[in-house]
């Protein structure tokens, strides 16, 4: 008998799986995802196994990748064509250092203790992810933090200040490593907005596998 439900409850869990990938163009969805991720999430997608990805992100963009566990909470916005690896972390709640306990059983209603949640400096700001960001294997980010665009968090980084964009960051705490493009290229890849064009355009464009060599926003 638990044998029989064992495989109806996985026989659910796959025609689930069928119907959230079955929607969403060139996607693959191997995690369940809650009503609002599923509503945000675009075309060519890959969402591995494990994840546990929480919320109301405003915003998912084209192309994303998330490896399997990964966990994502209180994230305001993923850019276009980003790529986060496994075991990562984002957005992790922090706890009350000043109160008696650091407990959610103390300051969070849903903890089914108190009557109405305690709040505290920090416990409403959001992650902002821009576009074309790459977070690495088993990178921690910390709560509020905004990943500039073109960004690499290098693995098992653990960031708890603000990455700006194009800059590759490593380490615990993550610091500056380098950047991936010099400071004009930069200015210019930022400029373009390359991420919001069409598709097949992106594939058109000259500089997809250099773009230090070519200056896309050179007027004619
Ligand atoms: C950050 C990363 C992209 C490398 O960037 P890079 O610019 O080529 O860096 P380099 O290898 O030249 O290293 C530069 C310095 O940073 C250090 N460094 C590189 N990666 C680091 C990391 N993850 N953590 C700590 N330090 C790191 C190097 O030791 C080196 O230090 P040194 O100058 O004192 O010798 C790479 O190390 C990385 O973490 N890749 C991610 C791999 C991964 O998770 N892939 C899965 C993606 S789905």
């Not at 490593?177 to 930022?190: C, E, K, N």
């Amino acid at each position: 008998m638990s044998f029989l439900r064992q495989q109806l409850s996985s026989l659910s869990l796959a025609f689930a799986l069928y119907k959230q990938q079955k929607r969403i163009k060139g996607s693959s969805i191997q995690s369940l995802l809650n009503p609002a991720w599923e509503k945000q999430l675009k075309e060519y997608s890959l969402i591995e196994s494990n994840c546990d990805l929480k919320g109301n992100p405003s915003y998912l963009g084209r192309g994303l990748y998330i490896g399997n566990t990964t966990l994502i909470y209180n994230t305001e916005s993923i850019g276009d064509f980003c790529s986060i690896s496994s075991g990562v972390k984002i957005g992790l709640a922090a706890h009350p250092k000043h109160f008696l306990s650091t407990s959610p059983l103390f300051y969070s209603a849903s903890r089914g203790l108190l009557q109405n949640s305690a709040s505290f400096p920090n416990s409403q700001k959001k992650v902002v992810i821009g576009h074309d960001v790459l977070i690495s294997a088993n990178v921690l980010i910390m709560e509020g933090i905004t990943i500039g665009t073109g960004s690499i968090i290098g693995a098992g980084a653990v960031v708890v200040k603000d990455v700006a964009p194009y800059s590759i960051v490593a380490g615990v705490p993550a610091k500056p490593i380098g950047m991936r493009f010099p400071d004009t290229i930069v200015q210019q890849l930022l400029e373009s907005s390359w991420w919001n064009l069409p598709l097949d355009q992106i594939l058109e464009l000259p500089h997809l596998q250099d773009a230090a060599r070519i200056p896309i926003n050179r007027k004619n």
